[in-house]
């Protein structure tokens, strides 16, 4: 039989703010650290996407093209 009152479900402006700036400070770290592990390898992942993007239109170009007939 405690006088406790309910805990409100409004929390504190603070409270908000700290855990949007926690979870903003934890994506910059994230992506801080995407980066930093992506960036040597950066030039074989774009050269490779070209590459599937080049063989990609050449296929379809050729399909089209037998297509017609």
Do not use: H, Q
Not at 11 to 31: C, H, K, Y
Not at 53 to 68: D, E, N
């Amino acid at each position: 039989m405690g006088d406790k009152k309910p805990e409100s479900p409004m929390r504190s402006p603070f409270e908000w703010a700290f855990r949007a700036s926690l979870l903003l400070l934890g994506a910059v770290i994230a992506l801080n650290l995407a980066v930093a592990y992506l960036r040597p390898i950066l030039p074989w992942l774009i050269g490779g996407i070209a590459l599937v993007a080049t063989v990609w239109i050449v296929v379809a170009v050729l399909r089209w093209r037998r297509s017609r007939w």
